[in-house]
């Protein structure tokens, strides 16, 4: 099945070359840029085409890797095109395929497709892609050809439903755009005990990297250390006693979910009094 490329960024150029060298047939790229176009085009060794029309009516699927906000108004010109028996996808982690209304109606078979993964740059996320997991959302026409096709590139597919795609969001921002905003308190604390930004962003860098990797290696239960999963309760007071009022709910919260792991790990310690200490302080 022939592919086309509405959208040349991040994603775009990624897909496109992930997919070249995984033998699916690319045919090329439209971008309202059409420099982008002729870049991605050059860099999957594909075509770039002047129109959306003439890409549209050469492809079998089409992917619309555009911003989010742009996803509605692109699919708004498709749907007027003959587009019968052709896949539409998007590659939004918060939208879902019911972005594309009407499609239904028109004989065409709408999907989105995530990476869970960070696609920073145009020339090397590729190689990083084939790790990463792809959730497949749309209509159950299609979806285990979708499924056989995104196969091709990983072994970590998985299907979700319209339903799920925000809590799906969701968790992504718990593990990366969240976990930026606990490394930039963690940096502010050490600045307070009057480390140089500079010096507190090297010191914490470490302790994070290490800890990241455990727990990728390891899990959560086998990667927890620290005072909350020895139950020690007085170290954790000193903490609530200090810490900056805009940020003891956040510790308050993130402790309580600890003693969740703790227990798992430690299934003979007693963590009552803690809950009941980090409970006592919440939305105080």
Request: with cysteine; glycine share 6%.
């Amino acid at each position: 099945m022939n592919v086309g490329f509405i959208g040349a960024g991040k994603v775009g150029f990624s897909l496109g070359k992930l997919f070249m060298e995984n033998d699916i047939n690319v045919i090329g790229y439209k971008s309202k840029n059409i420099e982008s176009a002729a870049e991605a085009a050059k860099f999957t060794k594909t075509k770039s085409f002047a129109t959306i029309e003439a890409i549209v009516k050469k492809s079998d699927i089409i992917f619309i890797t555009v911003p989010d906000g742009e996803i509605l108004s692109v699919w708004n010109h498709i749907k007027n095109l003959p587009v019968k028996n052709k896949i539409i996808c998007h590659c939004s982690g918060c939208l879902s395929s019911s972005v594309f209304d009407g499609i239904k109606e028109l004989g065409a078979y709408g999907y989105s497709i995530h990476p869970f993964f960070p696609v920073r740059d145009k020339w090397h996320s590729y190689k990083e892609l084939s790790e990463a997991t792809f959730t497949i959302e749309g209509a159950s026409f299609y979806i285990e050809k979708i499924k056989d096709l995104m196969c091709k590139v990983t072994e970590n597919v998985q299907l979700i439903t319209d339903e799920n795609k925000e809590l799906y969001h969701a968790a992504g921002v718990f593990s990366s755009n969240l976990a930026v905003a606990i490394w930039n308190i963690s940096r502010e604390l050490l600045e307070s005990c009057g480390f140089s930004k500079e010096l507190a962003e090297k010191t914490i860098c470490p302790l994070f990297l290490s800890n990241a990797e455990n727990l990728c290696k390891h899990g959560a239960v086998n990667s927890l250390t620290g005072p909350v999963e020895r139950a020690d309760t007085e170290t954790v007071k000193k903490h609530m006693e200090c810490i900056p009022k805009e940020f003891l709910d956040i510790y308050c919260l993130l402790s309580k979910e600890l003693i969740k792991i703790a227990e798992v790990k430690n299934p003979n310690n007693e963590y009552a009094e803690l809950n009941e200490l980090l409970s006592s302080y919440e939305g105080k």
